[in-house]
């Protein structure tokens, strides 16, 4: 079955430590997404892919980086600058981006610091 | 002030009432997309609409794109439905904080 993939469910972080979160998609989806989700908030984007090798800011890029090296792959690096890393992650995917276009989600990524 | 509002936060009900989850917009959004989210943290897309209404099975979704307010109904409720419901601009870029409905049998 075509889907994403995200792994691990669950993650620990020491402080100062960079962690990598894993989204593979094989919906043969040009666009891809990473958001952070903490209670009782919407969704925040943090970064997004329109296409392999390219990708953009969100609204709360800080402290976080991706790549896109492959059009099925698009990892999050949580890096020792993202002060406040406890949430949880949702990667998606679509065919393309604008508006119009249904978003496929993983099953997420719960980080939390030790 | 969040570019999409939903209403209501919290939503309890028996089983069998019909619920209403209401969606407004601030910004233009060309389509609107009604997410669902079980307590593990899955979303599963419900609807993409970008006018009139759409149906499917217990669950119907109206949108007004002059008004930018969008509803979500679930006929029947069971407790199955329990979840959170998620409206969002299909530009993928703006989310609301979601609708917690629990269903009580």
């Known amino acids: 079955d075509g889907g994403i993939t995200q792994s691990p469910k669950y993650l620990f972080r020491k402080e100062g430590q960079n962690v990598t979160l894993s989204c593979e998609q094989n919906l043969n989806h040009d666009a891809m997404y990473w958001y952070r989700q903490d209670p009782g908030q919407g969704l925040r984007l943090i970064y997004y892919s329109q296409i392999v090798n390219d990708f953009q800011k969100g609204d709360i890029a800080e402290g976080y980086s991706v790549s896109r090296e492959k059009k099925e792959s698009f990892p999050l690096t949580v890096t020792s600058a993202q002060k406040n890393p406890t949430a949880f992650y949702l990667c998606?995917?679509?065919?393309?981006?604008?508006?119009?276009?249904?978003?496929?989600f993983g099953d997420g990524t719960r980080l939390s610091i030790l | 002030k969040n570019e999409v509002e939903q209403s209501p936060q919290n939503l309890t009900a028996q089983e069998g009432e019909f619920i209403t989850i209401n969606c407004s917009y601030s910004?233009?959004?060309?389509?609107l997309h009604w997410l669902q989210q079980h307590p593990g943290g899955g979303i599963v897309s419900l609807f993409m609409?970008?006018?009139g209404k759409k149906k499917h099975g217990r669950l119907i979704a109206t949108i007004n794109i002059q008004e930018k307010h969008s509803s979500l109904h679930i006929t029947a409720s069971h407790p199955r439905d329990s979840a959170v419901y998620i409206c969002a601009g299909a530009d993928q870029f703006y989310f609301g904080t979601g609708t917690s409905l629990t269903v009580i049998p």
């Open positions: 910004v233009g959004i060309s389509a």
């Open positions: 609409l970008s006018s």
């Open positions: 998606a995917s679509s065919i393309g981006t604008g508006g119009g276009q249904p978003q496929h």
